[in-house]
């Protein structure tokens, strides 16, 4: 069982790893700043750099679904992007 909870713990911070290499250059590639960008889709910079910098240990749907909309992309979008970003062969069933 610990060995599976490693797993999942070791899965979901390269997933936060990969989110935040998206975040980022999206974000960069808007030419805004993180303050600005936050605002515009109603999250704290906090969160915002959180995300950004891979320092949070989860993000919920609601705040992945914002981070889209403030980087003008649906969703679906933006987890595609981390998908490939991760790899064909990224999965938390071990």
């Not at 290499?21 to 910079?45: D, F, P, Q």
Request: aromatic fraction near 6%; hydrophobic fraction near 40%; charge should be positive.
């Amino acid at each position: 069982m610990k060995i599976m909870q490693e797993h999942i713990d070791k899965c979901k911070r390269e997933m936060i790893e990969a989110l935040s290499k998206v975040v980022h250059s999206k974000r960069i590639a808007t030419n805004k700043s993180m303050y600005a960008i936050s605002a515009e889709c109603g999250l704290s910079k906090s969160t915002w750099r959180e995300a950004e910098l891979s320092s949070c240990k989860n993000i919920s749907f609601s705040t992945l679904w914002q981070i889209a909309e403030g980087l003008n992309m649906k969703p679906s979008e933006l987890v595609a992007l981390v998908e490939k970003e991760l790899g064909s062969s990224f999965s938390f069933i071990d």
